[in-house]
């Protein structure tokens, strides 16, 4: 007569949360790739984006810091 292994809770749920965790990280690396979104939004223009008034501000709470 053979004996029958019974694997234990805790080997069935780590196996199982094994393979739901590789699941989920090969989900989540067949997302949308960059070149999906290359024209789907303004350019960003630096001078246009640093020359806002946000720099002077930024500088005087600077100064007031030392």
């Not at 007569?1 to 805790?10: A, E, G, L, W, Y």
């Not at 069935?12 to 989900?27: E, P, Y």
């Amino acid at each position: 007569m053979q004996s029958r292994v019974i694997p234990s809770r805790t080997s069935v749920f780590s196996r199982s949360s094994l393979i739901l965790l590789m699941a989920l990280a090969i989900v989540g690396c067949a997302g949308p790739s960059l070149d999906d979104y290359r024209d789907a939004g303004p350019e960003l223009v630096p001078e246009e984006f640093f020359r806002a008034n946000f720099l002077p501000a930024a500088w005087s709470r600077i100064s007031l810091a030392r």
